[in-house]
Nanobody, 127 residues
Framework: QVQLVESGGGLVQTGGSLRLSCTVSGRTVSNYIMGWFRQSPGKEREVIAAISRSGVSISYANSVKGRFTISRDNAKNTVYLQMSSLKPDDTAAYYC????????????????????WGQGTQVTVSS
């Protein structure tokens, strides 16, 4: 059974940084396209970054481009999201997800296309 566990969330001031980790167990993470999503109360879950199996292809939502960096270490079965220059609008629950689709199409796949999800980690950015 595939399990994803996020960690690294917390409370940070505006302009600060956090690094989220997503550790995959049950199968090798290199089998999956990986994505990071976030969801604020009353809003839909949105994809903010995705990375191909090899790590060569990466896509970001405009809202985080230039501030967030997704990466993966297949040897450690872990995917990361480095977040910098954080803003109060970044406050949300952050989720990682694994996609078994064979083709890389960046952020075109919505949450419904991802097969496995973590439980989420809360990020709160104070003003």
């Amino acid at each position: 059974q595939v399990q994803l566990v996020e960690s690294g969330g917390g409370l940070v001031q505006t302009g600060g940084s956090l690094r989220l980790s997503c550790t995959v167990s049950g199968r090798t993470v290199s089998n999956y396209i990986m994505g990071w999503f976030r969801q604020s109360p009353g809003k839909e879950r949105e994809v903010i970054a995705a990375i191909s199996r090899s790590g060569v292809s990466i896509s970001y939502a405009n809202s985080v481009k230039g501030r967030f960096t997704i990466s993966r270490d297949n040897a450690k079965n872990t995917v990361y999201l480095q977040m910098s220059s954080l803003k109060p609008d970044d406050t949300a629950a952050y989720y990682c997800a694994a996609d078994t689709s064979p083709q890389w199409i960046g952020l075109a796949r919505g949450p419904g296309s991802y097969d496995y999800w973590g439980q989420g980690t809360q990020v709160t950015v104070s003003s």
